[in-house]
């Protein structure tokens, strides 16, 4: 499930918020909104549910399944699986 404009315009002020406050460096930023797009659309998929309606509960069965077998070999799940979309053509 592709994840709406607002969404991304969420994501997109809490990095600008980041780098403002903190000065955390172009990487980090990438990596946070990356990591925060993936939970967005599983949690989209999972509990049909955008990122301001996210309850503790969510992000950790999230997180359990990043923590299953295949993190656990040190493998960390494509983002596409976790949320349930496939980017096969």
Avoid at 27 to 34: E, F, I, K, R
């Amino acid at each position: 499930m592709s994840l709406n404009d607002a969404q991304l315009a969420l994501i997109e002020a809490f990095a600008d918020a980041l780098w403002l406050e903190r000065g955390l460096s172009r990487n980090t930023l990438s990596a946070y909104q990356s990591d925060l797009r993936a939970f967005a659309g599983w949690l989209a998929t999972n509990r049909r549910r955008d990122l301001p309606q996210a309850e503790r509960a969510d992000l950790l069965d999230y997180l359990a399944v990043l923590a299953a077998p295949d993190a656990a070999r040190g493998r960390r799940p494509d983002p596409c699986l976790v949320c349930g979309s496939s980017t096969a053509t």
